[in-house]
C-alpha cells in the first residue's frame, strides 16, 4: 500500500513511515485551542481546507446528543460544524459509513479524519474502489495506541465507578493516565491499567500508530496544547503550509519537543 499511496517504501531512517517533514504547531486561535484536543490543528487544517475550497466537506467525528461522549461520524461543510467536533473521544466512531452521505449531499472532495486502522481503509478503498477514489481528497490520520468500549470506559468506570455525569465532563485526555475535566475544573484520573479491560480486541494487534498511510498525522504524544503533525504527501504538505501562509497555525520544530519524537520513534517501533 505504500507504493501506491507515496510511489515508494519507507527508507531505514524514516523513524514512523514515509514522510516529507515533521513540526509541532498549534492553531492561532483562541477557540479552536480550548476545544481542541492538543494543539489544535486537525480542527485548523479542516477549516482552512474548506474555506480555501480544498475540499467541500469533511467526515469528522461528533456525538449523540442522547448518549453523551458516545462519537458518531459527522460531516461537515462549514467551519463552525468542525470546530463543534474538535476534541477526541476515545471510543470507535465508524467514519466511513458517512462516506454515502458525503455522496447523498453531493461533495465532491472530501478530507476523512480517523485513527490509523480507518485511514488504511481508505487507501484500500481508493485503491479498490475508483467510484469513491477521486473523493477522498485529504487523509487526516490521528495517531492511537488504543480504542476502548464505550460501554466499558464510559459507562461502567466513569459514569458508574468514578460516579461522573457524562453531561458534566468538559474533556478527557491521555498523558501517561486518563486525565478527566470536568466543566466545574475539577480533574480525576484513571491509571491506564485500570482501563486496560476496555481497550477494543482489535487494537491489541494493531501495528500503526502514526497513521503511516496519511496525507497528514496528528497526535498529543505527551504534549500540552501542541500537536506533533507529520505531513507525508504533497497534498499533505500544501494543506498544512496554506494553513501557515494564512495565520492560522503558529510553528516550531520537532528538536525543541525531543521527548515527543522519541515517544514517536519508541511506540511506532513497538506497535511496528
Ligand atoms: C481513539 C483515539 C486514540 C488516540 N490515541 C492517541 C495516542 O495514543 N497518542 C497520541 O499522541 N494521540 C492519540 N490520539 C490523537 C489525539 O487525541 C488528538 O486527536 C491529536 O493529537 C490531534 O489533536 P488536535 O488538537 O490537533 O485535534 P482537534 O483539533 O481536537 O481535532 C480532533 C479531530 O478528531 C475527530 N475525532 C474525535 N474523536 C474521534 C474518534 N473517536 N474517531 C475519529 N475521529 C475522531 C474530531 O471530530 C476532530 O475532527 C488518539 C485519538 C483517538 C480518536
Ligand atoms: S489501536 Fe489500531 S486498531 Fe485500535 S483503533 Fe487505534 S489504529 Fe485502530
Redesign the pocket.
Known amino acids: 500500500m505504500e507504493n501506491f499511496v507515496f510511489g515508494r517504501k519507507e527508507k531505514p531512517e524514516e523513524e514512523f513511515g514515509v514522510y516529507k517533514r515533521a513540526l509541532v504547531a498549534r492553531s492561532t486561535d483562541e477557540e479552536?485551542l480550548r476545544?481542541?484536543?492538543?494543539?489544535?490543528?486537525?480542527?485548523?487544517l479542516?477549516s482552512s481546507a474548506l474555506e480555501s475550497g480544498l475540499v467541500d466537506g469533511a467526515i469528522?467525528?461528533?456525538t449523540d446528543p442522547a448518549n453523551p461522549w458516545l462519537?458518531s461520524p459527522?460531516v461537515v461543510t462549514t467551519r463552525s460544524e468542525?470546530v463543534a467536533?474538535?476534541?477526541?473521544?476515545?471510543?470507535?466512531?465508524p467514519?466511513l459509513l458517512a462516506l454515502k452521505d458525503c455522496m447523498k449531499l453531493g461533495l465532491g472532495k472530501i478530507a476523512f479524519?480517523?485513527?490509523p486502522c480507518?485511514v488504511q481503509a481508505v487507501r484500500r478503498i481508493q485503491k479498490f474502489l475508483p467510484k469513491y477514489a477521486n473523493m477522498l481528497t485529504l487523509t487526516i490520520g490521528?495517531?492511537?495506541?488504543?480504542?476502548y468500549s464505550y460501554d466499558g470506559l464510559m459507562i461502567e468506570k466513569i459514569q458508574n465507578e468514578l460516579g461522573l455525569n457524562l453531561d458534566d465532563i468538559e474533556k478527557i485526555?491521555?498523558k501517561d493516565k486518563f486525565l478527566i475535566r470536568t466543566k466545574t475544573g475539577e480533574i480525576k484520573e484513571i491509571p491506564l491499567e485500570e482501563a486496560k479491560k476496555f481497550v477494543r480486541p482489535s487494537c491489541k494487534n494493531c501495528s500503526d500508530?502514526s497513521a503511516e498511510l496519511a496525507d497528514i498525522s496528528?497526535?498529543?504524544?505527551g504534549l500540552k496544547n501542541w500537536?506533533?503533525t507529520v505531513n507525508r504527501t504533497d497534498i499533505g504538505v500544501d494543506a498544512f503550509d496554506n494553513a501557515v501562509e494564512e495565520g492560522l497555525l503558529e510553528v516550531e520544530p520537532t528538536e525543541n519537543f525531543q521527548a515527543s519524537w522519541i515517544i514517536c520513534i519508541l511506540v511506532g517501533f513497538s506497535w511496528g
Do not use: H, W
Not at 476545544?35 to 485548523?44: E, F, P, R
Not at 490521528?142 to 480504542?147: A, R, V
Not at 496528528?218 to 504524544?221: A, L
Open positions: 479552536i476545544k481542541s484536543q492538543d494543539g489544535g490543528v486537525v480542527t485548523t479542516l469528522t467525528s461528533g462519537p459527522s468542525v467536533n474538535a476534541g477526541t473521544r476515545y471510543s470507535l466512531s467514519g479524519v480517523g485513527t480507518q490521528l495517531f492511537c495506541m488504543e480504542n485526555n491521555i500508530f496528528c497526535g498529543g504524544v500537536t506533533y
